[in-house]
C-alpha cells in the first residue's frame, strides 16, 4: 500500500509545474497513511471536518512542519477552533463567516491565511459566493483586515465536458485578477486553490496553484 501511495505522490509532483503546490486530502483516510506520505515529502494535508482532523492532529503532533489546510463548509460556532487549528481555511463562504473569522482572529491575534469559496457556475448543492454576489461583499471583506485573504477557491459541479471545467476554472483565474486591479479590495490574492483528483489537470492548465488530491494518491474513501 505505501509503495503505490508513494509512486502516486512522484507521480504528482514530476508534472507540477513549480508554482503548483500538492495538497495531499486525508480526510477519511488514517494517520498511518498521512505519515507513509509525510515521509515521501508530503507536507501539506487537508481536511474537512474538525472534529476528525483535531484526533489526526493529535497523533501526528511529532510532525511539527505538517501545514494543514481546513477545506470543508465551516460552521460559524467552529470559527474559532479551524483559527487555533489549521494554517490555512480554503472555505470562506459567507460574509458573516469571515466576520467571525476576523473578529476571533482579532482577540487570538493571529491573522489566518484564507481563501474565499466561489462558484464560477450556479451550483445549490455548494457553498460559496457567485461572482455577483462576491461583489457585493467586497467592502465588507475589505474590512477584514485580521484575516490574510490569499486568494480564490472553488469546487465544480459534476458533469462538466473538459471544454466546460476549463472554462470554469479559467473564469476564477480572471476573476482573481479583476480582484487584483480593484482598488477597493485591499487584498493581494496570489493563491487559486482548484482542482480534485478528476480535474486537476485542467486546473492547472488555468493556472491553480493549490490541487487538492485526495483519492487519486490514498485510494476510494469509505465513510462507513
Ligand atoms: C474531498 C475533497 C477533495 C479531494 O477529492 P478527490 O476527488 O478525492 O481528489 C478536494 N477538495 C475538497 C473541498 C474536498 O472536500
Known amino acids: 500500500m505505501s509503495d503505490q501511495l508513494a509512486n502516486q505522490i512522484a507521480f504528482f509532483q514530476q508534472q507540477l509545474p513549480a508554482t503548483t503546490k500538492l495538497i495531499a486530502v486525508s480526510k477519511t483516510h488514517s494517520v498511518e497513511k498521512i505519515r507513509a506520505a509525510y515521509e515521501v515529502g508530503v507536507r501539506d494535508f487537508a481536511e474537512n471536518r474538525l472534529q476528525e482532523a483535531l484526533a489526526k492532529q493529535k497523533e501526528l503532533a511529532d510532525l511539527k512542519d505538517i501545514c494543514w489546510h481546513f477545506i470543508g463548509h465551516l460552521q460559524k460556532n467552529k470559527a474559532k477552533k479551524a483559527i487555533a487549528h489549521f494554517d490555512w481555511i480554503h472555505t470562506i463562504d459567507s460574509l458573516a463567516l469571515a466576520k467571525k473569522l476576523?473578529?476571533?482572529a482579532a482577540t487570538m491575534a493571529v491573522v489566518p491565511k484564507c481563501c474565499l469559496q466561489v462558484k464560477p457556475l450556479p451550483d445549490p448543492n455548494k457553498f460559496g459566493w457567485d461572482f455577483e454576489q462576491l461583489q457585493q461583499d467586497l467592502s465588507g471583506l475589505a474590512a477584514c483586515n485580521h484575516l490574510k485573504i490569499q486568494g480564490l477557491m472553488t469546487i465544480l459541479p459534476l458533469g462538466l465536458t473538459s471544454n466546460e471545467i476549463l472554462a470554469a476554472f479559467t473564469s476564477?483565474?480572471?476573476?482573481?485578477?479583476?480582484?487584483?486591479?480593484?482598488?477597493?479590495?485591499?487584498?493581494?490574492?496570489?493563491?487559486?486553490s482548484m482542482g480534485m483528483s478528476g480535474d486537476y489537470e485542467l486546473a492547472v492548465q488555468a493556472g491553480s496553484t493549490m490541487i487538492r488530491v485526495g483519492s487519486a494518491i490514498f485510494g476510494q474513501r469509505s465513510y462507513a
Open 102 to 104: 476576523n473578529n476571533y
Open 172 to 192: 476564477v483565474q480572471k476573476l482573481k485578477e479583476q480582484l487584483n486591479e480593484n482598488s477597493a479590495f485591499p487584498f493581494a490574492l496570489s493563491e487559486l
